[in-house]
């Protein structure tokens, strides 16, 4: 037996105010998705937002049901709609912002592993990488240059 090490690299931002203005624009989006959210049974809303090389910003946020199973987390509702009404553009970057509703979110909230595997396949389709950026309400900000380093042994069309 061996063993193999896997490492994940992210840049680390104190807050919004260090972002590129592109950057920061886009999170500013993220909010305004984030407002919006509809989350009555987890109190937890998130917002995502994308940028498109065509400069289009497709947002997103969770949509809770009832019937738990069937809701959307904020990047799948963003990048479905960004595949289904833009299939040849490419995705520059996503921002992220989640808030809880009964206490203070700072720490940087990623993306579960649903939406991790839906963007890794949207990566590994148009043969480049996503910058990811994530944060809580407010505070620090992460960076990751490829959805690889959030989820590092992708699961693609490769292994079907």
């Known amino acids: 037996m061996k063993k193999i090490q896997i490492q994940s690299e992210l840049d680390v931002y104190?807050?919004?105010?260090?972002l590129p203005e592109d950057v920061h624009n886009l999170m500013l989006a993220a909010f305004e998705a984030r407002e919006?959210?509809?989350a009555p049974y987890s109190q937890f809303h998130v917002?995502?937002?994308i940028l498109l090389d065509n400069g289009e910003i497709i947002k997103g946020n969770n949509q809770e049901n009832a019937a738990y199973p069937s809701g959307l987390c904020a990047e799948r509702t963003a990048i479905y709609y960004a595949g289904a009404n833009f299939p040849n553009a490419v995705i520059k970057m996503m921002a992220i912002s989640a808030k809880a509703k009964n206490k203070e979110t700072l720490?940087?909230?990623p993306p579960c592993g649903s939406c991790r595997q839906a963007m890794a396949e949207y990566e590994v389709k148009q043969k480049q990488?996503?910058?990811i950026y994530f944060m809580?309400?407010?505070?620090?900000?992460?960076?990751?240059?490829?959805?690889?380093?959030?989820l590092p042994l992708l699961f693609t069309q490769e292994y079907l």
């Open 14 to 18: 104190d807050d919004l105010s260090e």
């Open 36 to 38: 919006a959210a509809y």
């Open 47 to 49: 917002g995502a937002a």
């Open 107 to 109: 720490t940087p909230i």
């Open 129 to 131: 990488p996503i910058n």
């Open 136 to 150: 809580g309400e407010r505070g620090t900000v992460f960076k990751s240059e490829s959805l690889q380093n959030l």
